[in-house]
């Protein structure tokens, strides 16, 4: 009777703590939140961030916008150069000893003048805006200014012969690389003119310097 008392007491007992550990594990159960919810909750929040931190592609300019400044550069340094030259050679119309020099002056104005319309018809064509440079005397010009006679006219003719061969380099080699068929056109205009203007120079240098030797 014991055995069996005591065997009934002890099953019993495992039953109720049995129950006990599923009641608890029930209250356990629906005391944790879903797994997946400050997951899903989380993810929209960390969109914008990553959104706004993304950097913006570098701008990156046109080939034609390229193309333009290169033709509105080239157009400012010839435009810059006829106006030098329209200058100096205005000038030796008045100071110049011979009238070989005089005579050389002259047609120096009137080809740069020239010239000159040809870039501001190009200029306006192709849209590039060219500034007319501030009118300030260099040395060179203030040197020439003061000078007088034989000594006028080598300088004279010294200076437009380097002026010519240093443009013409330029032009070469901007030529070359030029994109735009009209300022391609308007160099292949200009050169002769600049060549002639050179060796023009360097035939009246030689000849002041053989009269110079003889005297």
């Given at each position: ?54 950097a913006e592609p570098a701008r990156v300019p046109s080939p ?152």
């Amino acid at each position: 009777m014991h055995i069996h008392e005591n065997l009934r007491a002890s099953r019993q007992f495992l039953l109720a703590a049995l129950v006990a550990a599923a009641l608890t594990g029930c209250s356990t159960s629906r005391e944790q939140p879903p797994a997946n919810t400050n997951t899903a909750a989380a993810q929209p929040a960390a969109q914008p961030t990553t959104q706004e931190t993304k950097a913006e592609p570098a701008r990156v300019p046109s080939p034609e916008a390229s193309s333009k400044k290169t033709s509105a550069s080239i157009l400012a340094q010839i435009h810059q150069a006829d106006l030098k030259e329209i200058a100096i050679g205005k000038m030796a119309e008045e100071k110049a000893s011979t009238d070989e020099v005089r005579s050389y002056a002259d047609q120096l104005v009137k080809d740069h003048t020239n010239a000159d319309q040809m870039v501001l018809a190009t200029a306006q064509k192709t849209g590039a805006h060219l500034r007319t440079p501030a009118t300030a005397r260099s040395k060179t010009d203030q040197k020439l200014s003061s000078a007088s006679g034989a000594q006028f006219d080598r300088m004279f003719l010294e200076q437009t012969s380097a002026d010519h061969k240093k443009l013409m380099s330029e032009l070469q080699q901007e030529r070359e690389d030029a994109s735009d068929d009209d300022i391609e056109a308007l160099i292949d205009k200009i050169m002769p003119i600049l060549q002639q203007h050179h060796d023009l120079a360097q035939i009246l240098l030689k000849k002041e310097q053989a009269q110079t030797a003889r005297s």
